[in-house]
């Protein structure tokens, strides 16, 4: 049973370097009790770190596996400071009433900054410019360099990154065309198209911003790029497997497409000593760039505020909305009432279970909150009550409990 902790008790253990502004955060929400590693920390000497650990906040290096969790005793909410979660092990999170956290649109804007430097970049022939300039040669032409006002951008996968893109495409003057799979509102004056193919034959410019997905690999495969016009430009900044390099490097070395831009790639180096190889390396038309869109210090920012706020609003208030493994309820204050977190496997029955548990104690309910997700439940009350130690420990004993966890 977890009874209310002063918030100068709570701990918090942040790894692998989290931007300094979580800290921040953290302090001005009174959570002083941080203590912070800026490397990542091996299984084991982890598993040796965490028993005491309230939140643990870690970036993508950091693996918590089952093992791993299973160690933190006290563990209450994790935070991923960064864009993915693969590196926790969620089902075991959920199975010990733990919510991870992420930021997953922290660096939308990154991303479409970068794209939109690099229509610029390429509508001008920047690379081959800038390649030629570098091995002593002046290549000053206005052949095949164009202004991007009025020019049509195709963006494929209109969602948050695709639709930023498109409302500063169009500041530029640029007609923004999308194509997606899902019906969206079009913002500004963008034109939808149902046909991938259609938007290909009409775009000067394409730029790629779908998930990898069994349906996006080499979307854009030779037949597509074909479909692409003449001359045009594709800018890739989503993920490597949407693209078939092989065939764009065809496309580029043929002449049909006149230059593109790729940030992402199918196979990865995973640290900066390993060689990155790519069949697009050594061509002059093709700006390389190792998987930055989203890397700025704006988007650590950002990052950094939006997990510390989401763990606070857990910690605070019970609230669980952004949360990857776990039922989300969006909580209001509880100002006069006592607030009773019960975490239980979802399993028929149990919510009677807990309001047998509250009558048993004549304790009134002002609020009761449930959502399920998976195998897991989450029901949050509002009790008028003062003494609840008592319910606790009833709900406690529910079988299907897995943590409670009481707020003042
Ligand atoms: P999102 O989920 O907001 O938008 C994706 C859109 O693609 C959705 O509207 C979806 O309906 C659409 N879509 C899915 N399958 C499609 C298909 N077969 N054809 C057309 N549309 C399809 O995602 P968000 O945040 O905009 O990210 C887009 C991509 O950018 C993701 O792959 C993400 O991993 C990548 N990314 C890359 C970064 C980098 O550093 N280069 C940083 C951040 C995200």
Redesign the pocket.
């Known amino acids: 049973m977890a009874l209310s902790l002063s918030k100068e008790k709570i701990r918090f253990l942040l790894l692998e370097g989290v931007h300094p502004d979580a800290d921040k955060h953290l302090r001005a929400a009174g959570y002083t009790n941080i203590q912070r590693i800026d490397q990542a920390v091996e299984a084991g000497a982890l598993a040796e770190q965490i028993g005491d650990v309230h939140f643990l906040g870690i970036r993508s290096r950091t693996q918590l596996t089952q093992a791993t969790l299973a160690m933190a005793h006290k563990l209450t909410g994790i935070g991923c400071f960064c864009?993915g979660t693969d590196q926790v092990d969620l089902a075991a999170a959920s199975r010990l009433g733990v919510p991870v956290f992420n930021a997953?649109?922290a660096?939308?804007r990154?991303?479409a900054e970068?794209v939109l430097a690099e229509i610029i970049m390429l509508m001008r022939g920047i690379p081959e410019k800038n390649a030629s300039a570098h091995q002593g040669r002046w290549l000053k032409t206005a052949h095949r360099s164009h202004e991007v006002r009025g020019k049509s951008l195709g963006i494929?996968?209109?969602?948050?990154?695709?639709?930023q893109l498109g409302i500063l495409a169009e500041g530029l003057g640029m007609q923004v065309h999308y194509?997606?799979?899902?019906s969206?509102l079009p913002l500004g004056n963008a034109q939808p198209h149902p046909s991938?193919e259609d938007l290909l034959r009409q775009s000067d410019v394409v730029s790629l911003?779908?998930?990898?997905?069994p349906?996006?690999e080499h979307?854009i495969d030779r037949d597509k790029l074909l479909q692409m016009r003449p001359g045009a430009h594709l800018v890739n900044?989503?993920?490597g497997r949407?693209v078939d390099l092989d065939a764009l490097r065809s496309a580029l070395v043929e002449g049909h497409l006149a230059s593109a831009a790729i940030?992402?790639f199918p196979s990865e180096p995973t640290s900066t000593n390993d060689v990155f190889e790519s069949p697009l390396r050594g061509l002059s038309n093709v700006l390389l760039t190792p998987?930055?869109?989203?890397?700025t210090q704006e988007a650590q920012e950002n990052i950094a505020r939006d997990v510390t706020e989401k763990l606070i609003r857990y910690s605070d208030n019970g609230s669980t909305m952004g949360a990857v493994n776990f039922p989300e309820v969006a909580l209001p204050d509880h100002a006069g009432t006592q607030r009773i977190m019960h975490i239980h496997r979802n399993e028929p029955g149990v919510l009677q279970a807990i309001n047998t548990a509250i009558t048993d104690q004549s304790i009134n309910i002002a609020a009761q909150y449930l959502q399920t997700q998976g195998e897991t439940g989450y029901v949050v009350m509002d009790v008028e009550t003062q003494d609840a130690a008592g319910l606790l420990k009833a709900l406690e004993a529910i079988p299907a409990t897995i943590k409670t966890r009481r707020l003042f």
């Open positions: 864009i997953p649109y660096n939308t990154s991303v970068l494929v996968g209109y969602g948050h990154i695709g639709t194509h997606d799979i899902v969206k991938l911003h779908v998930p990898d997905t349906e996006t979307l900044a989503s993920r949407v940030d992402v998987h930055i869109g989203g890397s």
